[in-house]
């Protein structure tokens, strides 16, 4: 039997009802963890469609795909102490996959049947690698465009954007794509600020002056100001951030555009010079396009 179908079996296995099977595919997964085929056998696992589909099935009776039997809580407990132990591995393809599964764990299970994921992953993003920051943002992002709600959200966000802050400020320990993902979350934050401020007009207003909000923005300007200009990849991963920049910054104009009364300028000389700067480069429809979606 290959290694697939070992940890495939084993995983299985670690669903059952019966606490005997249950105890010994756990003790197995032990002993798989500290071979080198195991990683590649589990990326293969979680990026499985037909996994996916049973997992999310029998997760939980409260979920429009359940069928079948519910796993018992502590089959649930060991499944998430995986997914989120594999935020934590070397191989980018397994950090992808474990967030993934841990988004749609938490679709059912948070926060009333998971109420430290949240705390779990803010500790990650303090105290972890750049490889476990990239598996935190991952979850974050997912997240923020299904699953917080407007009283979560005044809890989480104080907590949440001064950490999301520091990581973008890192440019030196954090890759582009991982600062970039911040850079996101943040845009969903002030997508939710606009949906809840008609209800909710005073306390947006005081969050939207807060100093966090003055220092992404600066931010902000410090990004858009960068030019590579002799290394190719690396100016087009600049350029990605840039656009997500972009993209925050158009939902804030339309949206709350007294915050940048005082920074609408600094914030747009570098785009305009951006634009001077590709005239070149590019053909006049790609710089048309290039204008328009700045």
């Known amino acids: 039997m290959d290694m697939n179908q070992v940890v495939y079996e084993t995983l299985t296995h670690v669903l059952s009802s019966d606490p005997n099977a249950r105890i010994s595919a756990e003790l197995r997964l032990k002993e798989l963890?500290?071979?080198?085929?195991?990683?590649?056998?589990?990326?293969?696992?979680?990026?499985?469609?037909?996994?996916?589909?049973?997992?999310?099935?029998?997760?939980?009776?409260?979920?429009?795909?359940?069928?079948?039997?519910?796993?018992?809580?502590?089959?649930?407990?060991?499944?998430?102490?995986?997914?989120?132990?594999?935020?934590?591995?070397?191989?980018?393809?397994i950090r992808v996959a474990s967030a993934s599964v841990i988004s749609k764990i938490a679709h059912n299970d948070w926060p009333e049947h998971w109420p430290n994921l949240l705390d779990l992953l803010l500790s990650l993003s303090k105290s972890g690698s750049p490889d476990q920051v990239h598996g935190t943002m991952r979850v974050l992002s997912e997240f923020f465009k299904c699953d917080i709600t407007e009283q979560q959200f005044a809890q989480i966000a104080p907590l949440l954007l001064p950490e999301l802050l520091r990581i973008l400020q890192c440019e030196e320990t954090y890759s582009y794509r991982t600062r970039g993902r911040t850079v996101s979350i943040f845009r969903q934050c002030i997508e939710i600020l606009y949906m809840v401020k008609e209800e909710h007009s005073e306390a947006t207003e005081s969050f939207l002056m807060t100093p966090v909000i003055s220092e992404w923005l600066q931010m902000f300007a410090n990004i858009l100001k960068q030019r590579t200009i002799d290394n190719e990849e690396r100016a087009y991963e600049e350029c990605a951030l840039k656009l997500e920049v972009v993209k925050c910054l158009n939902n804030i104009i339309k949206w709350f555009p007294k915050i940048l009364s005082t920074s609408l300028i600094v914030l747009l000389e570098p785009i305009w010079s951006d634009l001077v700067h590709q005239r070149e480069r590019y053909p006049n429809n790609n710089l048309i396009f290039f204008f328009i979606i700045c």
Not at 33 to 50: C, T
Not at 61 to 90: C, Q, W, Y
């Open 33 to 93: 963890e500290n071979m080198p085929e195991y990683p590649i056998s589990l990326a293969k696992m979680f990026n499985s469609p037909e996994v996916e589909i049973s997992l999310l099935s029998h997760w939980s009776s409260t979920s429009e795909k359940f069928s079948g039997h519910e796993l018992n809580e502590e089959a649930k407990v060991t499944i998430r102490e995986m997914a989120f132990n594999g935020l934590s591995d070397p191989l980018s393809k």
